[in-house]
């Protein structure tokens, strides 16, 4: 597998993606290069001939998500099935050695911090189709993680240290995107009840409707967690995105980043997908219909008629934190738009400090109540 280190075309430094330009940017000499700049000045690595081609392919085709699922396989056959632990590649900058796990797509060379990508890991069947590229850069990042840990009560301090707020990555954590059109069809009893009185007798009028719906649904952009170990509430808490944002895939965007590569299938989340498009088709169906008092669903069929599945690469800051209790936290923020999602430890000797307090309070408030007497 082939590791690469994106270099700028004026010095052979590093290029890094930067996000408040959107653009590559040398860390030596300080140029500047859109992807179409690069693109062009740059002749294209054996790796990225393959995959534009790949892609090139795959538009042409036009071939239903199935069959371009099936279609792939050919070109990532490499992927090692093995349990073991770490994989070791050579920094094309200073020749160390680099470890990496199963999923890691893009790190850093451990000696000489370049960035790396391990093209094998986003080419062939894990070749991303789209990517969001990060737009809150580490500072931005780093400022608002620190903001809303100050928000919170009881964060103990070995949260945001110094040391820790340097362990700020940015991820692109891999994703599985769904759009659906659905064919469905409802039939539900409404019931529209009057009651009015003449005299000594009320009287009750119940009107009974049969109601039918039928109606085409689209669903669009249903998201979906694609890496085992990712903790569930991490990776789909900082969602939505805004796809109108999305970019075609190129490696260089995860340079200077830390990425990963799926390890959940389309057949792992399929059960799981059609059953969310189900609930939402459902719904929709369902909020058509008005103007009764009562109104109860008989049956509801819905049929998929056709549907596409993106692999997608979602960029995510994330700080995660060992608690004394063994416990994992973790701080994860969506890096398009800055939402932020959170599950803190609490400092029990703080909590206790409070607690202590108020009792104080409770303590002194009765001792004068007693006096008073
Ligand atoms: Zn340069
Ligand atoms: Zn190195």
Same mark, same amino acid.
């Given at each position: 597998?082939?590791?690469i280190?994106?270099? +700028?075309?004026?010095?052979?430094?590093?290029?890094?993606?930067?996000?408040?330009?959107?653009?590559?940017?040398c860390?030596?000499?300080a140029?500047?290069?859109?992807?179409?700049?690069?693109?062009q000045?740059?002749?294209?690595?054996?790796?990225?001939?393959?995959?534009?081609?790949?892609?090139?392919?795959?538009?042409?085709?036009?071939?239903?998500?199935?069959?371009?699922?099936?279609?792939?396989q050919?070109?990532?056959? #490499?992927?090692?099935?093995?349990?073991?632990?770490?994989?070791?590649?050579?920094?094309p900058? +200073?020749?160390?050695?680099?470890?990496?796990?199963?999923?890691?797509a893009?790190?850093?060379?451990?000696y000489?911090?370049?960035?790396?990508?391990?093209?094998?890991?986003v080419?062939?069947?894990?070749?991303?189709?789209?990517?969001?590229?990060?737009s809150?850069?580490?500072?931005?990042?780093?400022?608002?993680?620190?903001?809303?840990v100050?928000?919170?009560?009881f964060?103990?301090?070995?949260?945001?240290?110094?040391?820790?707020?340097?362990?700020?990555?940015?991820?692109?954590?891999?994703?599985?995107?769904?759009?659906?059109d659905?064919?469905?069809?409802?039939?539900a009893?409404?019931?529209?009840?009057?009651? *009015?009185?003449?005299?000594?007798?009320?009287y009750?009028?119940?009107?009974?409707?049969?109601?039918?719906?039928?109606?085409?649904?689209?669903?669009?952009?249903?998201?979906?967690?694609?890496?085992?170990?990712?903790?569930?509430?991490?990776?789909?808490?900082?969602?939505?995105?805004?796809?109108?944002?999305?970019?075609?895939?190129?490696?260089?965007?995860?340079?200077?980043?830390?990425?990963?590569?799926?390890?959940?299938?389309?057949?792992?989340?399929?059960?799981?997908?059609?059953?969310?498009?189900?609930?939402?088709?459902?719904?929709?169906?369902?909020?058509?219909?008005?103007?009764?008092?009562?109104?109860?669903?008989?049956?509801?069929?819905?049929?998929?008629? #056709?549907?596409? *599945?993106?692999?997608?690469?979602?960029?995510?800051?994330?700080v995660?934190?060992k608690?004394?209790?063994?416990?994992?936290?973790?701080?994860?923020?969506?890096?398009q738009?800055?939402?932020?999602?959170?599950?803190?430890?609490?400092?029990?000797?703080?909590?206790?400090?409070?607690?202590?307090?108020?009792?104080?309070?409770?303590?002194l408030?009765?001792?004068?109540?007693?006096?008073?007497?």
């Open positions: 597998m082939a590791v280190s994106y270099k +700028c075309p004026n010095c052979d430094g590093e290029l890094v993606f930067h996000p408040a330009t959107q653009k590559y940017k860390e030596y000499c140029s500047a290069f859109s992807q179409e700049e690069l693109a000045m740059k002749p294209a690595t054996e790796e990225e001939e393959r995959v534009s081609e790949l892609q090139q392919r795959r538009q042409a085709e036009d071939v239903s998500s199935r069959d371009m699922w099936d279609g792939n050919e070109n990532g056959g #490499r992927q090692s099935q093995g349990g073991e632990e770490g994989v070791m590649y050579r920094c900058s +200073c020749g160390a050695e680099i470890v990496t796990d199963q999923t890691t893009a790190t850093f060379c451990y000489c911090h370049n960035p790396v990508v391990l093209s094998g890991r080419s062939g069947q894990f070749l991303p189709h789209k990517i969001i590229p990060f809150i850069d580490k500072e931005q990042a780093t400022k608002k993680f620190l903001e809303y100050h928000s919170k009560k964060v103990p301090k070995a949260f945001f240290n110094k040391q820790q707020i340097e362990k700020i990555s940015g991820v692109y954590f891999p994703y599985w995107m769904a759009d659906m659905m064919s469905g069809s409802l039939q009893e409404g019931k529209n009840i009057r009651v *009015w009185r003449s005299g000594e007798t009320e009750t009028e119940t009107k009974i409707y049969h109601v039918q719906r039928d109606g085409n649904i689209h669903l669009e952009d249903i998201t979906k967690n694609a890496l085992k170990k990712n903790s569930l509430k991490l990776a789909e808490g900082v969602l939505p995105y805004d796809v109108s944002k999305v970019q075609e895939f190129h490696m260089g965007y995860l340079s200077g980043f830390l990425a990963e590569k799926r390890d959940l299938e389309r057949t792992d989340l399929q059960a799981e997908v059609s059953e969310d498009a189900r609930e939402f088709g459902g719904k929709l169906l369902r909020d058509t219909v008005g103007g009764y008092s009562h109104l109860s669903v008989r049956s509801c069929q819905l049929r998929t008629e #056709r549907e596409n *599945w993106d692999y997608i690469m979602l960029p995510v800051w994330t995660t934190y608690g004394r209790d063994g416990k994992m936290y973790y701080y994860s923020m969506n890096g738009n800055g939402k932020v999602y959170g599950e803190l430890p609490v400092d029990a000797a703080k909590v206790w400090i409070l607690g202590i307090a108020i009792f104080a309070a409770v303590f408030l009765g001792l004068l109540g007693g006096w008073m007497l």
